[in-house]
């Protein structure tokens, strides 16, 4: 009896750490700094195994920091809506203060983990946080320029990667930046589209025009071409020790344009539906994006 209620306990203890922390989200993240950091290096026998599991950790312990102070304090509001009111804080599954407690502690173990591979990863880390929680956050329920806001920590863990491989932040770790900068705005604007009903039940500002109209979809596919154009960058030679040939551009071309494509799709349609397939694809495509660049990085050697 004692060792089935253990069991249940341990399961929903682990299931509520991985929802205050946004287990899926906090990985995917984690997986755009570990590319970062394969980007940087000089070559594959050169990767330092142990500063790339402290990249992991201490990148999982500040993204799962960020969410869980979010959850703290948009707790009330998360319970207005059907997408975030059966998370730990705002269900009373856990208190705000335990939800603040752990989210503490992630953000110490973090920044120590970052900063024993170098400083500067440990700044830009903290810089992410304080970003995400303090003006990100707020703002939300204040402008539309909430998202320009939080475009900002979101592009950082791309960035913070090749920062964490090299110690320097110089044109390479600005070009990798730029690419998940100019991403974020499609992405989060096609799910500020698709949950626009449940957003406005807790009075989320995420569309630029502020409706479901031809002008957020026209500015969709315009970050859409600006992210293309970040995306080919590195073929131009102008970008430092972050280089793709030819060969790797045109591939990186064609994910652009599947991307444009349900952009402009969803200009035409403006449904829901549109908008759901667009965000997936987002996904799919930074993440094919930096394997491609990856690949190509080490065919060449």
């Not at 195994?49 to 009330?76: F, H, P, R, T």
């Amino acid at each position: 009896m004692n060792v089935t209620t253990n069991t249940i306990s341990f399961k929903s203890i682990y299931a509520d750490f991985k929802a205050i922390t946004k287990a899926g989200l906090a990985i995917s993240v984690v997986f755009s700094s570990l590319a970062g950091f394969v980007l940087g290096v000089d070559g594959f026998q050169s990767i330092d195994w142990l500063v790339l599991l402290k990249l992991a950790i201490g990148g999982y312990c500040m993204v799962g920091a960020s969410n869980a102070y979010n959850q703290v304090i948009e707790k009330d509001l998360d319970a207005l809506m059907d997408r975030t009111k059966n998370r730990p804080v705002p269900s009373g599954r856990m208190a705000p203060n335990t939800a603040l407690v752990i989210a503490s502690l992630l953000t110490v173990l973090g920044l120590v983990l970052l900063y024993t591979i170098n400083p500067k990863t440990a700044m830009f880390g903290a810089i992410s946080i304080f970003l995400y929680t303090s003006i990100y956050t707020p703002l939300k329920t204040m402008t539309p320029l909430s998202v320009f806001v939080g475009a900002f920590p979101g592009a950082i863990p791309f960035m913070l990667g090749w920062v964490a491989a090299t110690g320097n932040f110089g044109i390479e770790a600005g070009t990798l930046f730029l690419i998940q900068f100019f991403w974020q705005f499609p992405h989060f604007w096609a799910i500020g589209w698709f949950l626009y009903e449940d957003y406005e039940k807790a009075g989320f500002f995420m569309l630029p025009s502020g409706k479901k109209d031809k002008s957020t979809a026209l500015q969709i596919i315009l970050y859409t071409v600006w992210l293309i154009i970040a995306s080919l960058l590195p073929m131009t030679g102008y970008t430092g020790k972050l280089y793709i040939t030819p060969i790797a551009g045109i591939v990186v071309f064609l994910l652009g344009l599947w991307m444009l494509f349900y952009a402009v799709r969803l200009f035409q349609l403006r449904t829901s539906k549109a908008a759901r397939t667009l965000m997936l694809v987002s996904v799919s495509y930074i993440t094919l994006l930096q394997i491609v660049y990856i690949l190509d990085k080490f065919l060449r050697l």
